[in-house]
């Protein structure tokens, strides 16, 4: 079975700073893997995909997010934070160990960002 | 989003009651799923559906049932609520690819 692990449950920034968020997968397939955003009181969007094309990829809001196969790791980066990036972010990969792409998330991590 | 809504928002219920909380789409998905969110455990699956007249439990599918009404309607029912499914619920849709869309949420405590 495929599984996430998010490293850090709250991360805290300052406004202009860069932001990491870090997630290591287990996958006995080659994964699709996800980061999505949640804001309070909002349903989750999603924030960019990988699916075996480029490693590096870019999302929206200036988010990009690189696979490292050898580290098992997909985190996501932002170069300078902004207010409105305070939110929770999941990560999440697809198992299709089952015959189906299901969706199995991590715990999450809140980003606070600070004046 | 707007192509995934979710009623009631908001639901307050006694333990023992029978709740019901609606899920609609306007994407035209096949795929719909309920998930349900805990604080510190993410989100997990209770019951997806690839279509109508096909419904599969998730991992935690115990005290909950759905319908699937029609391609855009996914119902999950709770035939009697207890406090530990007070959470926030969710539901999803997809076509055939990975990527899922998400509802805002359904808020519930069970009293």
């Known amino acids: 079975a495929q599984s996430v692990t998010q490293l850090d449950s709250h991360v805290s920034v300052s406004e202009g700073t860069p932001v990491l968020l870090r997630c290591n997968y287990s996958?006995?397939?080659?994964?699709?893997l996800f980061w999505y955003v949640q804001h309070p009181n909002k349903g989750l969007q999603l924030l960019l995909k990988?699916?075996?094309?480029?490693?590096l990829v870019k999302g929206i809001n200036g988010f990009e997010a690189e696979f490292k196969k050898s580290e098992t790791s997909f985190h996501l980066t932002k170069p300078s934070a902004h207010m409105s990036d305070a939110a929770e972010y999941f990560c999440v990969v697809s198992d299709i160990g089952t015959g189906f792409q299901k969706l199995v998330f991590g715990t999450g991590t809140r980003l606070l960002v600070s004046p | 989003d707007a192509d995934v809504t979710q009623t009631p928002r908001n639901r307050i219920t006694k333990t023992g009651k029978r709740i019901m909380l609606e899920c609609s789409q306007t994407k035209g998905h096949d795929r719909m799923y309920w998930y349900r969110q805990d604080p510190g455990l993410g989100l997990r699956l209770i019951y997806y559906s690839f279509d109508v007249k096909d419904i599969n439990k998730g991992e935690i599918s115990d005290g909950y049932s759905v319908s699937r009404q029609a391609q855009a309607k996914f119902s999950l029912s709770l035939e009697s609520a207890i406090p530990n499914q007070t959470a926030l619920y969710f539901c999803?849709?997809?076509?055939?690819?990975?990527?899922?869309?998400f509802g805002p949420g359904t808020r519930l405590l069970v009293l």
């Open positions: 990988y699916t075996s094309a480029a490693t």
């Open positions: 996958s006995s397939y080659s994964p699709s």
């Open positions: 999803a849709t997809s076509d055939l690819g990975e990527t899922q869309y």
